[in-house]
């Protein structure tokens, strides 16, 4: 369902949507138009739509997600959801939107791994204890390690793998436990 047909389920305008989110009408009016593409708006404008019209955000962006972003592109999606929506935001819609589950129905295991290492690490940085029923899927791991593009890049022009190395020192036990290097989510632009 994308945007324009929620509206109309919920019996809203684009006016009282905008008064509701906080998010302008002219943002909305282009989404709804496909003048503007949902997936490229930030995570707060993903979360202020989905409490607004009371649905998660994986409802709100149902369409937009049936087609495969690169893996860089979905990392950075997650870490500015993270930043725009706080910690306990995202967990709490993480979970409740159950999104861990979505992406391992959908066979998108890098993705799925890569968001239990962030709810983890999350839990874990704000004193929260393990969410217990994703303890099956924190046994699984990739074969290789899944490198960041820029590390991989910067072994290239350096023609060494100290890079790698560095990275792998300073990567989160959370995502490494899948043998994604990760080292810092906070720092997104």
């Not at 009371?54 to 500015?80: W, Y």
């Not at 993480?94 to 391992?104: A, E, L, R, V």
């Amino acid at each position: 369902m994308d945007l324009g047909e929620l509206i109309k389920e919920k019996q809203l305008t684009k006016y009282r949507l905008a008064k509701m989110s906080g998010v302008s009408k002219t943002t909305i009016s282009k989404i709804c138009s496909g003048e503007a593409d949902i997936k490229n708006c930030k995570g707060k404008t993903h979360y202020k739509l989905a409490k607004a019209l009371d649905v998660s955000i994986e409802e709100l962006l149902k369409k937009a997600m049936e087609h495969r972003p690169a893996f860089q592109t979905f990392k950075g999606n997650i870490c500015h959801y993270v930043k725009d929506m706080g910690d306990i935001n995202f967990l709490t819609e993480g979970i409740k939107s159950d999104w861990i589950n979505y992406y391992m129905g959908k066979e998108w295991y890098l993705e799925a791994l890569y968001l239990l290492g962030m709810v983890d690490y999350l839990c874990r940085e704000n004193g929260l204890p393990r969410f217990e029923q994703y303890e099956r899927l924190r046994k699984l791991k990739f074969d290789g390690i899944i490198w960041p593009n820029d590390i991989v890049l910067l072994c290239v022009v350096l023609k060494n793998d100290e890079p790698k190395e560095r990275a792998l020192k300073e990567a989160i036990p959370e995502f490494l436990r899948h043998n994604i290097v990760e080292a810092d989510i906070r720092n997104v632009a």
